[in-house]
């Protein structure tokens, strides 16, 4: 029998325990605020951006957006980012990446105070996660992390397999899986675009986490009995739905589930995560900067 995650009762219960917290430090008059700023008109980034803004109100965080014009000079974008840097309201601050392409991303990223950088992208926070020093993980790797340990899958010594290498999952999931620390201690292998055989890498896998943004690219075929396979794809493919579009991940689920023991659905696998260390992570910055 394959036993499919359920990441969203697991990203419940995270938020339920956010929530408390959020309570308590509302109790010693600091109520957390997290600042999120979307500058695209994507639709698949709004969504994103307004679930994790009623994320906010459910949880007891002050929930604060600003929305950019895509047009907008990049100085707006930073001088936006300076003003949530000195508001006390502020503890978190969140840009919806990807950002317009004549705005310098790592700019942005840069301009953000490290203690509001909830999204762990500022180089020193990314500095401390390579170096076991983590203040604030990124978000999708952590919820994996969390996930794998509500699932009861241990990694320490197991061979992992990373299928993806951006900064915002591939990287940070393969420095999780190879610190010396729970859900990590993994053998880890990071594929992309360029790797020569990856079903050859696949295939060895005790754990395959699949992050590429290429629907249905993991097939049953590439995977190793009884392993375990982590989705974060989250693809919108023509078809003829009300939306006009339905989410796929970056894995077959169907031929995939015959293989592995252990597998996450799209949706309700790692998506709810991200959303609920956003909450988790941006609670932990008002404490830090209350305490
Ligand atoms: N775009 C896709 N995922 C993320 C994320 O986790 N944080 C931000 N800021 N942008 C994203």
Redesign the pocket.
């Known amino acids: 029998m394959t036993t499919i995650i359920d990441g969203k009762e697991i990203a419940d219960r995270i938020r339920a325990d956010v929530s408390d917290c959020a309570a308590h430090l509302a109790d010693e008059g600091v109520t957390p605020g997290l600042a999120t700023v979307l500058m695209s008109d994507d639709g698949a980034s709004e969504t ?1 951006v307004s679930m994790k803004q009623r994320a906010c109100e459910e949880t007891g965080i002050e929930g604060i957006h600003r929305v950019l014009d895509p047009e907008a000079s990049a100085e707006t974008l930073l001088r936006q980012i300076d003003d949530f840097n000195d508001d006390p309201r502020v503890h978190g601050i ?4 990807p950002v317009p392409d004549h705005v310098d991303s790592q700019a942005v990223l840069e301009r953000v105070d490290p203690m509001k950088d909830v ?1 762990g992208f500022h180089p020193e926070n990314v500095g401390r996660l390579v170096t076991g020093n983590t203040r604030y993980k990124p ?2 790797p952590h919820g994996i992390q969390k996930l794998l340990e509500a699932a009861d899958i241990e990694t320490e010594g197991k061979d992992a397999v990373v299928v993806g290498r951006s900064d ?1 999952v591939g990287k940070p999931m393969a420095n999780l899986l190879v610190q010396k620390a729970p859900r990590g201690n993994a053998t880890t292998t990071v594929c992309h675009s360029r790797t020569d055989d990856l079903a050859e890498k696949t295939r060895t896998a005790d754990i395959v986490i699949a992050a590429a943004g290429v629907p249905e690219m993991i097939t049953g075929d590439m995977l190793s009995e009884g392993c375990t396979v982590i989705d974060v794809g989250v693809n919108r493919v023509d078809a003829e739905t009300e939306k006009g579009y339905e989410l796929v991940g970056d894995v077959a689920f169907e031929s995939a589930s015959e293989k592995a023991d252990v597998i996450t659905p799209v949706p309700g696998g790692v998506g709810p995560m ?1 959303i609920a260390m956003l909450m988790y992570n941006t609670v932990k910055a008002a404490s830090l900067q209350s305490g």
Not at 94 to 97: A, F, I, K, N, R
């Open positions: 994103y969140l840009v919806q990446m999204d978000c999708t915002i991200t």
